[in-house]
Each structure stands twice: as structure tokens, then as C-alpha cells.
């Protein structure tokens, strides 16, 4: 399946006015995955602001990896938070 890089591959609401949104961008000719803070505008839509990163291909699995383990982490504070 091919993505075409003027859409989303996922918007995760983050409340009412904003959300994360996750899409293939091409930089200096290459591809990226961009995870980009959206903000609502004055019509209601939502728009890129500055806050995000872009992840070069090589560092993506790397970049999994930290979340996976900052899950695993918050999982266990939680836990040892409710006892």
C-alpha cells in the first residue's frame, strides 16, 4: 500500500483543539515520518504548528523502541502509584 504524503496516516485527538498527526514528508528528498502538532484555527480546522519532529527512516526503530520502553516505565509508576 502506498501513502501519499499529502495524507495522514493517523490523527490522535489529543482534546478538543488539537491533536497529533502522524504523515510521510519529504525533506532534502527524502522520507520522513513527521509527528506534528495540529491546533485548530479560527474555521475549525486543523493546521501544523511548529511543535513536532520529523524521524529519518534509519532512526525509527530506535525511536519505537523509547516509546515501547517509556510505556513499559509509565505502566510500572502507575502501578506502584496506585498501591
Known amino acids: ?3 501519499r504524503l ?7 485527538r ?3 483543539r488539537s491533536a497529533l498527526r502522524i ?6 528528498g527524502r522520507l520522513h ?5 495540529v491546533a485548530q484555527n479560527a474555521r475549525g480546522d486543523l ?10 527512516p534509519e532512526l525509527l526503530e530506535l525511536l519505537i523502541q523509547a516509546l515501547q520502553k517509556a510505556e513499559a ?7 506502584i ?3
Open 81 to 83: 502509584k496506585k498501591n
Open 23 to 28: 504523515s510521510l514528508v519529504e525533506r532534502e
Open 47 to 56: 493546521t501544523p504548528t511548529s511543535a513536532g519532529i520529523s524521524v529519518r
Open 33 to 37: 515520518v513527521d509527528v506534528r502538532l
Open 6 to 12: 499529502d495524507q495522514p496516516i493517523a490523527v490522535i
Open 73 to 79: 516505565e509509565l505502566r510500572v509508576a502507575h502501578s
Open 1 to 3: 500500500m502506498t501513502q
Open 14 to 16: 489529543k482534546n478538543a
